[in-house]
């Protein structure tokens, strides 16, 4: 088969707008937003169990759209739960707002989670050739980075108050998930093999796969090393660096970094494979990070460097391990590409809750405290913990690499 002409890998990534537009606040600014109507402990219980069901029901939507393969009528489906749960979230009554922020959450998640698992799997069903499927998880991923820096200037530009920003993007939200997601569903390739439906029982049919069952691992350690710094940047910023009024900027650098270097990424993998570009992303990862370590206050230069150069490995991280999970696909002599993608995403969500649980009762058993003293540990957590676990999956990868791509074709 042909290339994919450019108008239709766009089409295909442009519904990675909102969907990233709308996932930055539910994980970032959704805490903060709620401290001020619920006590932390019971917000963080409920942002706790629910994150949990947001990530369970990966795989169970995953086996749904492998029972029911049409992803335009899916995400049609999708999409209004999503945009009326966010607009409400955001937008809480003045009484009854714990069974507000449960009904809302719930609806966005459901909605956000069943319309990116359909989306990922539709990318991986439009092209047999596997270098096509790396430039369309690219596109989406880069229209993704696009939301994200939306998601994280928009509330402040429209208010000095992030709880007033956040409620007034709500209808920016609508136009930009209308929109996009009418781009995607009208102009996006068609999947290919669509025919047969399976059992809801077969949803972890993919551990039967010998090259995903020994790719999981390698992802898990890998997610947890990118999930810590991300979980820690801004205490970094804030006491490591001090340079609190400078958050933006950094940040700013990291997403665009990201964006920029998806091309980089997918002609990389064209040239040598996906795993290896892969790998070549989680060295630029440690020998960035171990830089960071020695970073103290005001080293802005210094740190705006580690943004580029770890925005720059972010978008491997994003694009090339969804090609590879295509490859595997590929090389099942019964697909369940829904049932991949759903575990996908719920080891992805559950790399984020672990990195969470793990360095923030480190950092307090080593002393360190916001605002305080025993920065050393912040720094060692935040910049030394991820060389180790990048260097784990690495080698992990690395041994597993001839069997990792036995039956793949080579991009």
């Given at each position: 088969m042909?290339?994919?002409?450019r108008a239709?890998l766009?089409a295909y990534?442009?519904?990675?707008l ?6 930055l606040p539910l ?9 001020v109507?619920?006590?932390l402990?019971?917000?963080g219980l409920?942002?706790l ?5 947001d990530?369970?029901?990966d795989?169970?939507l995953g086996a ?6 049409h992803?335009?009528?899916?995400i049609l489906?999708a ?7 966010w ?6 009554p ?6 507000w922020?449960?009904?809302t959450?719930?609806?966005t998640?459901?909605g956000?989670?069943l319309a ?6 539709w ?13 369309l998880?690219?596109?989406r991923e880069?229209?993704?980075?696009v ?7 928009l509330?402040?530009?429209?208010s000095d108050?992030l709880?007033s920003?956040l ?10 998930l209308v ?6 569903l009208?102009f ?5 093999g ?7 029982r ?10 995903f069952?020994?790719f999981v691992?390698?992802y898990l350690?890998?997610g947890?090393?990118?999930a810590?710094p991300a ?9 490591v660096?001090?340079?609190?009024a400078?958050?933006g900027l950094?940040?700013g650098?990291?997403f665009?970094s990201?964006?920029l270097?998806?091309?980089l990424w ?8 996906k795993?290896?570009a892969?790998?070549a992303?989680m060295?630029?990862?440690v020998v960035?990070?171990a830089?960071a ?8 230069v210094?740190f705006?460097l ?9 978008g491997?991280d994003?694009a090339?391990p ?5 490859d ?12 991949y ?5 719920f080891f992805?969500?559950?790399?984020l ?11 307090a058993?080593?002393g ?10 912040l720094?060692a957590t935040?910049a030394l913990l ?8 690495f080698g992990?990868?690395w041994a597993?690499r001839?069997?990792?791509?036995t039956?793949?074709?080579p991009c």
């Open positions: 042909s290339p994919l002409p239709q766009f990534g442009g519904l990675g909102p969907l990233a537009f709308a996932a994980y970032v600014h959704l805490a903060p937003f709620y401290s109507h619920l006590s402990t019971l917000l409920l942002l169990g629910l994150r949990a069901f990530a369970v029901i795989p169970l749904l759209f492998d029972r029911f393969p992803p335009r009528r899916l489906v999409l209004p739960l999503l945009g009326l749960g607009v409400g979230l955001f937008n809480p003045a009484q009854g707002v714990l069974p922020l449960i009904a959450l719930t609806l998640t459901v956000y989670s990116s698992v359909v989306h990922n799997t990318g991986a069903r439009i092209h047999p050739a596997p270098h096509e499927r790396t430039r998880f690219a596109a880069g229209f993704g980075l939301g994200v820096v939306l998601a994280t200037t509330p402040l530009l429209l108050d709880a920003g409620e007034a993007m709500g209808w920016i939200f609508l136009a930009l929109a996009f997601a009418a781009w995607t009208m996006a390739p068609a999947m290919r669509v025919g047969h439906s399976v059992p809801l077969r949803f972890l049919h993919p551990f039967a796969n010998r090259a069952a020994r691992p390698g350690l890998n947890v090393a990118a810590l979980t820690l940047v801004i205490f970094f910023i804030d006491d660096l001090q340079l609190k400078w958050g950094f940040l650098l990291y665009v990201g964006a270097g998806l091309p997918v002609a990389l993998a064209r040239r040598i494979g795993l290896e892969w790998l992303s060295l630029l990862s960035t990070f830089g370590f020695w970073l103290g206050s005001g080293d802005l210094g705006a580690v943004c580029v150069a770890s925005g720059l490995a972010l491997a994003l090339l969804p090609a590879l999970v295509a595997f696909i590929d090389a099942d002599e019964r697909p369940v590409p829904g049932a993608y759903g575990l996908l995403g992805a969500k559950f790399t809750a672990l990195a969470a649980g793990l360095a923030l009762p480190l950092l058993f080593l360190y405290q916001p605002g305080g003293s025993q920065v050393w540990a720094s935040y991820p060389c180790l676990l990048k260097l784990a999956a992990w990868f597993w001839p069997r990792l791509q039956g793949v074709i």
